[in-house]
Structure formats: C-alpha cells, structure tokens
C-alpha cells in the first residue's frame, strides 16, 4: 500500500484556479469512488472538503470542486483566495484500507 | 454536533507501548454504519491513516504497522482507544481521531476530526 501521490505544491493569485492532482492506482483511486479531499491550515486539524469524489459538504464554497478521470483525483479551487492557502491531502478507500496522498501545499500569490 | 477529542501521554520512551483515547460526543458507536479513525502525523510531514473501528467491532489497520496497533471501543463511554507498542522516535507525531462517515463500510471519509494530540517518542 504506497501513498498517493500529490505535486508538492502549487500556487496561483487571487481570482485565478489552481488544480491539485492525486494519482493512485486501480486498487485505490481508480477502483473505487471514495476519494476525499482535506485542507489543513498551519497547527491546525485537517478538514474535510470534498467527498466522493464531487461531493461537497455543507459549508465548503462551491469553488471547491473534485474529479476523477481512471487512477487520477483532482482538486480544483476557482477563484483563489487568501484564505485557501493550506495543505491539500488526498485519500482513498483502498479495499479495506485507507490512503493518504503526500500532501500539496498551496500557495496564493 | 460532533465532537472528538485525543487524550494520552505527550512523551513516551522508545520501546514502551503508547495508549491514546478518544472521547467523542454527537454520535454513537452502537449506531450501525458509525466508526471511528486514527490518523497521524510526524512534524512537517504527511498525514498517515493507522486503524478503524465500525459500531460493528469490525477493524481495520494499516498494512505496514498492523502488527503493532490495537483498536478498541468502549460504547458506554463514548471512547476509542489506540495503542501502538514498541515506540520508536519516528513514531513522534501528532494523533487525530476522527469519525468516519460513509453508507457503505468501510469505504468512507473522515469528517469531523479532533484537535490532536502530540507525542513525542525520546528518552
């Protein structure tokens, strides 16, 4: 069970999208449509911002959105601001496991 | 609401077993479909999924640190407790617990999860 992986980091300015991917494989992200998405501030506990793939809970802006296209997961936030400068991690139901990608930082310029 | 909260030692010498709780509110363990996670972190490091129990006392633990992870609930207490034995100084990192969500077990996601709780493993 290797982690997914994620790009180090990734930026963009105020108003711009910036788009995190997350490659698994076909035991994980490919297989199986439970991949979430977390966003992590500084000394902060991750928070949950997409699930399912798409779904977004109640209180995550619609400019959050997620993806898959076969053994890739994508993070895309529209419309960048300040405040969406964080860790992104990955993860995926793995067949009675659970994954973690390797993080992203997200920076806003 | 829900709520949950890492309780445990903050330092652990190498080679003794770590004991964390988690006391959680909002939920029930006894609910079917409910579970609970534990998930850490080492400093500047990636998050790393480590066990999970479901209302059903169905468990499941990471591949890689499995032989050394036990997951247990207590239901009339509203807590899950984690040990991990044979504490090494890679194990330092900060401990979440988190509920698990999701309409079919195990598949899922964590939401919400507790504060965390930091450990460090030195002598």
Redesign the interface.
Known sequence: QSALTQPPSASGSPGQSVTISCTGTSSDVGGYNYVSWYQQHPGKAPKLMIYEVSKRPSGVPDRFSGSKSGNTASLTVSGLQAEDEADYYCSSYAGSTVVFGGGTKLTVL | QITLKESGPTLVKPTQTLTLTCTFSGFSLSTSGVGV?W?RQPPGK????LA?IYWNDDK?????LKSRLTITKDTSKNQVVLTMTNMDPVDTATY?CAHR??D?V???????????TLVTVSS
């Open positions: 996670g998930i990636a998050l790393e999924w999970l499941r633990y990471s591949p890689s979440y969500d999701g079919v195990p598949a899922g996601w964590f939401d919400p999860w507790g504060q965390g």
